[in-house]
């Protein structure tokens, strides 16, 4: 799946103009946590975030800071944060440097990102014109609709199960197939053999239930480290 497939496209937007107080009723209104900046023209140019509005003249949450710690702080770095904390407008505010992705990029590249860049959602844009935005909480949307479609799908053969599985741990650097058997009967998986840890033998297990067709595993491995083994 890739970005389009998930994204929201009825994004709230606000223009650089916008008052700090308006974006401030716009994501207490809304129930969100950002929204982003675009110019006339529909281009993307910054985002706010809650996090833009935490230390705040109007609501005392400006962080004091002592006097020995000013003087250690680049002056550029101070003029920054006056800024942040008492400009009026949301070009003054807002995030510039934004993290986007195109629609054609993966599910798998968009989840690496959030967690990589530390952030809750990442605009989708072509041709510098915002065209969605992809939040967390979309790919825990597409994670249940992946799910659904594995149930409604056409449950394949014990054999064809078995295969898979044991083509799948043959793959995999942790497993060692030599030593395990795998019976499926009715779609109901017996794992047998010997794992070296109790790491592999829940690898093992989870590799089995998230095969497509199975419908229980139960586990009988034995943990055994065996002799000369690193």
Excluded: C
């Amino acid at each position: 799946m890739k970005a389009s497939d998930v994204m929201t496209t009825n994004v709230v937007t606000v223009q650089p103009d916008v008052s700090v107080k308006d974006v401030a009723d716009i994501l207490v209104k809304r129930g969100i946590s950002a929204v982003p900046v675009v110019n006339e023209r529909a281009e993307l140019v910054g985002i706010v975030s809650e996090g833009d509005l935490l230390h705040r003249t109007e609501t005392g949450t400006v962080q004091p800071r002592s006097w020995w710690l000013r003087l250690l702080t680049n002056e550029e770095v101070l003029a920054s944060r006056f800024v942040k904390a008492n400009a009026r407008k949301v070009q003054d505010i807002m995030t510039r440097d934004v993290v986007t992705v195109g629609p054609d990029t993966s599910l798998g590249e968009i989840a690496t990102l959030l967690e990589k860049k530390r952030i809750k959602r990442v605009p989708v844009v072509k041709d510098g014109k915002l065209v969605g935005i992809v939040s967390r909480a979309n790919l825990v949307q597409a994670l249940a609709a992946a799910q659904k479609d594995i149930r409604l799908a056409a449950a394949p053969s014990d054999a064809a199960i078995r295969d898979k599985l044991l083509a799948r741990l043959n793959n995999e650097p942790w497993a060692h197939s030599s030593l395990l058997n795998v019976v499926v009967e009715n779609g109901v998986v017996d794992l047998w053999g010997i794992v070296r840890s109790a790491a592999e033998q829940q690898a093992v297990r989870v590799a089995a239930e998230t095969t497509a067709g199975v419908r229980q595993v139960n586990d009988h491995l034995i943990v055994r480290q065996l002799e000369g083994a690193f």
